[in-house]
């Protein structure tokens, strides 16, 4: 059964700093790796996909990265915002009928 | 993107009643929707797939009779929840497959059962 572990739980930085996040899972058959966004009560929003074949994914100030052989996938956040505080989610498809197994998230506050 | 729209975004119910949450695709047709339920301060975990025109799957642990989701059109999935108790008070989250891979998830229904 594929596990989804995010680290850290929760962090809290100034605005302005580079931040990493950290999601792992134990099974390296994965089809593909999304990240998302998830905001107090809301729905959850599309950051980046990444593809099995994929290394990494780059999408404004976001970049993710995949290492499918050791379980691991990073979201590096730069130049961090207030707007950024948010709950950050990592969930990996692991090819059977598109279903996503969600990480425990990371709930980042960035502060003025 | 494409996009995914919940009604309600909010319910409160009596114990006992029977609560059905609809999930739209706006601008695509999702052969595939998933129900997903998340708890306070817990991730989502997936409680079944709808496929259009055929029987949901449920994950396990989940009953399908307390908790039924029909998929009667490419654009409309429903879930609905019979007899609905405090404990199933949840934050409900469906989203839409769009081919090849990608998931689009709606904004929640918040469910809260008295």
């Known amino acids: 059964k594929q596990e989804v572990t995010q680290i850290p739980a929760a962090l809290s930085v100034p605005e302005g700093e580079n931040l990493v996040l950290n999601c792992s899972f134990t099974?390296?058959?994965?089809?593909?790796l999304q990240w998302f966004r998830q905001d107090p009560g809301k729905g959850l929003t599309s950051l980046l996909l990444?593809?099995?074949?994929?290394r990494e994914q780059t999408s404004g100030r976001l970049n993710a990265s995949l290492d499918k052989s050791s379980g691991r996938s990073t979201l590096y956040i730069a130049a961090s915002q207030p707007g950024d505080s948010a709950t950050y989610l990592c969930a990996v498809d692991t090819g059977t009928a598109s279903k996503l197994t969600f990480g425990t998230g990371t709930r980042l506050q960035v502060t003025l | 993107g494409a996009v995914v729209s919940q009604h309600p975004s909010w319910v409160i119910c009596k114990s006992g009643t029977s609560v059905k949450i609809e999930c739209r695709s706006l601008?695509?047709?999702?052969?595939?929707m998933f129900w997903y339920r998340q708890f306070p301060k817990q991730s989502l975990m997936l409680m079944a797939t709808?496929?259009?025109?055929?029987?949901?799957?449920?994950e396990q642990g989940v009953e399908k009779d307390k908790f039924l989701i029909n998929h009667a059109s490419l654009t409309l999935s429903t879930l609905t929840v019979t007899s609905a108790h405090p404990e199933d008070s949840s934050f409900y989250i469906c989203?839409?497959?769009?081919?090849?891979?990608?998931?689009?998830f709606g904004p929640g229904t918040r469910l809260t059962v008295l």
């Open positions: 601008d695509f047709q999702a052969t595939t």
């Open positions: 099974d390296s058959a994965i089809y593909n």
């Open positions: 990444i593809q099995s074949s994929q």
């Open positions: 989203s839409a497959s769009v081919p090849p891979d990608e998931q689009f």
């Open positions: 709808s496929n259009e025109g055929s029987k949901a799957t449920y």
